[in-house]
C-alpha cells in the first residue's frame, strides 16, 4: 500500500517546491475570508447560536494571530519542517471550523450536526484514499496530461460538482442562506484531499519511488 500511494504522489503532485510565503498567507487569507462569514452570519442568528457564532469568530481572530506569529518565525527559521507544516495544517483547522460554523446555521442541535459533519468528511477522505490507491494501476497505462489527473481525483470532483450546483441553485431561486450552507460544506470537504498533497512538498521521501516504474512528475520512464 505504501508503494502504491508513492506511486499516486509521484503522478498527482504537481507543486514540489518548498513551502514559501505565499503558502502562508494564502492560509491567513482563507481564514480572514471565513471570519468575515462567520461575522456577517452572526448577525442573521439570535441568542444561543448568536453567541456560539461569535466564539467561533474569536477563535478565527486567534487563529490569524497565530499565523501571522508563525509567519514571523518562518522568515528566520524556513528550514524548519514543523513550520513548514502550518500551512497544510491550518487549512485543516480552517475546515473543522467551517464545518462547526455552519452547523450552528443548520439547527439548534448544533453539536450532534458538527459532529455528523465531522463523520461525513473523515469518511470522504477515507473513500478518496482506497480510490486513489485503487486507480493507480489504471492510470499508469494512461498518457500523461489533464486527463490522468483528473481521473486520480474524481471523488473530489463529483462531490465538488455537486456542491457547486447546490449552491448556485440557492443562489439563483433566492433560497434562504441554510440551504446554501449544505454546498459551503460540501465543497470544504471537497477540496481537503488537494490539501493533503500539500505535506507531500514537506515530507519529500516519496519522490522517485515506484515499485515497477520509475515515475516523476507524471511521466513513465
Known amino acids: 500500500m505504501k508503494e502504491r500511494y508513492y506511486e499516486f504522489l509521484n503522478m498527482a503532485v504537481v507543486d514540489t517546491s518548498p513551502i514559501k510565503n505565499s503558502d502562508f498567507l494564502r492560509s491567513v487569507a482563507i ?104 486507480i493507480v494501476p489504471k492510470a499508469k497505462t494512461l498518457p500523461s496530461g489533464e486527463f490522468r489527473k483528473t481521473i486520480l481525483h474524481i471523488p473530489p470532483l463529483i462531490l465538488a460538482s455537486l456542491a457547486a450546483i447546490l449552491a448556485i441553485m440557492g443562489r439563483l431561486f433566492m433560497l434562504p442562506a441554510i440551504y446554501i450552507i449544505p454546498g459551503i460544506v460540501g465543497l470544504s470537504i471537497a477540496c481537503l484531499p488537494f490539501y493533503w498533497l500539500e505535506y507531500a512538498r514537506v515530507f519529500t521521501g516519496w519522490k522517485k519511488k515506484s515499485t515497477n516504474n520509475f515515475i516523476y512528475r507524471g511521466e513513465i520512464k
Not at 59 to 76: A, D, E, N, P, R
Not at 77 to 103: D, M, R, W
Not at 113 to 126: A, E, R, Y
Request: net charge neutral; charged share 10%.
Open 31 to 134: 481564514e480572514v475570508i471565513f471570519s468575515l462569514l462567520i461575522f456577517i452570519g452572526s448577525f442573521l442568528i439570535k441568542e444561543e447560536s448568536h453567541d456560539m457564532s461569535m466564539l467561533v469568530f474569536r477563535f478565527t481572530i486567534y487563529h490569524i494571530l497565530v499565523l501571522v506569529f508563525i509567519f514571523l518565525l518562518f522568515q528566520k527559521f524556513s528550514k524548519t519542517k514543523i513550520l513548514q507544516l502550518v500551512p497544510a495544517g491550518s487549512v485543516f483547522i480552517s475546515h473543522v471550523e467551517l464545518l462547526f460554523g455552519s452547523s450552528i446555521f443548520l439547527g439548534d442541535d448544533y453539536w450532534s450536526i458538527f459532529m455528523k459533519l465531522i463523520g461525513l468528511s473523515l469518511i470522504f477522505q477515507l473513500i478518496t484514499f482506497v480510490y486513489q490507491l485503487l
